[in-house]
C-alpha cells in the first residue's frame, strides 16, 4: 500500500480517535466506553498498515488527547490501558499456556490501572472516593475493571476474527 494512503487513514483514524475521546466526558460510562471503542480502531490499522503505523497512530492520538480531552480519566483509560492492548496482544497470546497467558494479561492490566489510579488522584488532583464512600468500593471497583477488562480481550479477539475474514479485503481494494 502507498505510504499516502498509510498516512492518510492512520491521520483520519487519530483524528476520529481524539473525537471519541473527547466525548468521552459526557457521561461517566463513556469514559471508560470511548477508550475501549477507540482502541478497537487500533485492530483495523494493525492488520491493514501494520504495526509500526498502529503504534504511530497511537502516539499521536495519546499525545493530542494528553492536550485536548478534558477528561483525564478517559485519556488515561485509553493511554494506559485500551489503546496500545490490541497492538500487544497477539504478542503475548504466543504464550503457549492459557493459564500463564491470562495471568500476563491480568498483571499488566492491574499494573496499568493501578498506575492510572494513581495519576489521577497524585498528579491531576481527581479523588477516587467521595465524601462517605466506604474503602469496600475500591475492591468492587477492581473487580468490574477486571471483568470488563476480560471482556475487552475477547471482544479484541472477536473483533480482529471479524475484520480479518469479512472487512480487510473490502478495506485493501478500497486503498489499492
Known amino acids: ?21 473527547f466525548l468521552g466526558g459526557i457521561t461517566y460510562i463513556f469514559a471508560y466506553a470511548m477508550p475501549i471503542l ?15 503505523s498502529a503504534w504511530i497512530t497511537y502516539t499521536a492520538t495519546s499525545l493530542l488527547s494528553f492536550m485536548l480531552v478534558a477528561d483525564r480519566e478517559c485519556m488515561l483509560m485509553y493511554i494506559m490501558i485500551f489503546g496500545y492492548y490490541p497492538i500487544i496482544k497477539s504478542a503475548i497470546d504466543k504464550i503457549k499456556l492459557t493459564p500463564v497467558r491470562v495471568i500476563v494479561k491480568l498483571i499488566l492490566f492491574n499494573a496499568m490501572l493501578c498506575g492510572c489510579q494513581l495519576l489521577l488522584v497524585y ?21 468490574m475493571m477486571n471483568l470488563l477488562f476480560l471482556i475487552y480481550n475477547k471482544l479484541t479477539g472477536m473483533v480482529f476474527r471479524l475484520y480479518k475474514i469479512k472487512i480487510e479485503k473490502r478495506i485493501k481494494r478500497i486503498f489499492k
Not at 500500500?1 to 475521546?21: D, G, Q, R, Y
Open 123 to 143: 498528579v491531576f488532583g481527581i479523588p477516587f472516593l467521595s465524601e462517605g464512600e466506604g474503602k469496600y468500593i475500591i475492591v468492587i471497583f477492581a473487580v
Open 38 to 52: 477507540v482502541g478497537l480502531l487500533m485492530i483495523m490499522i494493525k492488520t491493514t498498515f501494520g504495526t509500526k
Open 1 to 21: 500500500m502507498k505510504e499516502s494512503t498509510t498516512l492518510a487513514v492512520c491521520s483520519i483514524t487519530t483524528a476520529l480517535s481524539v473525537v471519541f475521546l
